[in-house]
């Protein structure tokens, strides 16, 4: 199957809902419809989180996974991209857990003031000279960096809130904290980041994280695959 030019631009129009009911009426194939439509956000959510384009891909397809095993449970109530990006998040968070020793963990709680000052001075001081950054695709990578070096609590609102414009109600459910906790940490992710770039936050932040054609296909084909070896099940 040539999953790169299956995808038929008028199938935008059908809704969420309608792609769910053709597949779990048998109609695998059209579970590429929502892989297309949500690939650049589970990205970027996934990207976020792990620091790794590689890693950031094989968690997207493990979410599509577990989102197609489970898409009989979701009933509409919310939006499929909220639902689709809540298990991103877990996902990524999962294999983050699973990635560092027992002892050091992962917390989502505020940081200390402290540990703010220290990743202010360290990202202060590997900043580039203006001439380096002249060029709109090193000031996307010179936000990308930046945004990498963010404390994990507030990079996650960041990207929920600033890179995916999800709501605060959005990003408290997928992050199942108060809205207004993420309100709070997405506002000092920003702060941060505009001390140190001043207009680059919000003149590239749009191109953060950017999302092939290429790698769309391969989540894509990857997930198929997948669900090929395991029956569709």
Known sequence: MEY?????????MTSDQDVIRRVLEGDTASFELIMR??????YRIARGVLRN??????????????????????????????????ITVNEALGRLRRSRPAKEGISLDDLQETEEANFMASTISNLPNPEQSAARGELRR??????????EVYRLAF??????????????DCLEIEPAT????????????QQNLSSVVDSATG???????????????????????????
């Not at 449970?73 to 919310?78: A, E, Q, S, T, V």
């Open 207 to 233: 191109e953060v994280f950017s999302f092939a054609g290429e790698r769309c296909d391969r989540i894509v084909a990857g997930v198929f695959r997948r669900l090929e070896l395991h029956g569709r099940n």
């Open 37 to 42: 439509r949500y690939n650049q956000r589970l």
């Open 159 to 172: 990207i929920l809130c600033g890179v995916e414009e999800m709501s605060v109600a959005e990003a408290a």
């Open 53 to 86: 384009e590689a890693d950031a891909e094989d968690a997207v397809q493990d979410a599509y996974i577990q989102a197609y095993q489970n898409l009989e449970r979701f009933r509409g109530k919310g939006a499929l991209s909220a639902w689709l990006a809540k």
């Open 4 to 12: 790169a030019g299956d995808y038929n631009l008028a199938e935008g």
């Open 142 to 151: 010179l936000l990308e960096s930046v945004i990498d070096s963010l404390p």
């Open 182 to 193: 993420v309100k709070t940490r997405y506002h000092r992710a920003k702060k941060i980041l």
